[in-house]
Nanobody
């Protein structure tokens, strides 16, 4: 059974940083591209960043370009999201998932950025 467990969220002031982690199990992690997504209250879930299976390519949504960095450690079945220069509009629940044939969503991790 595939399981996605996100962690690392919290409350931070604008301009601060957080590092999110996601551990995936039950599927060959190293063979799959991964993505970070977020969902703010009252809004649809949106794609934040993606990374290929071997980390050769990453892509970012325009609203996080230059501030967030996605990375992965295939030996640990983990994907990470380093978030710098956080803004209040980054407040959301953050999720990870496989890019191809997404699995059931995990519980996510709450990120709250205060003014």
């Amino acid at each position: 059974q595939v399981q996605l467990v996100e962690s690392g969220g919290g409350v931070v002031q604008a301009g601060g940083s957080l590092r999110l982690s996601c551990e995936a199990s039950g599927r060959r992690f190293s063979m799959n591209g991964m993505g970070w997504y977020r969902q703010a209250p009252g809004k649809q879930r949106e794609l934040v960043a993606t990374i290929t299976s071997g980390s050769s390519s990453t892509n970012y949504a325009d609203f996080v370009e230059g501030r967030f960095t996605i990375s992965r450690d295939n030996a640990k079945n983990n994907v990470y999201l380093q978030m710098n220069s956080l803004k209040p509009e980054d407040t959301a629940v953050y999720y990870c998932n496989f890019l191809r044939l997404p699995s059931n969503w995990g519980q996510g991790t709450q990120v709250t950025v205060s003014y």
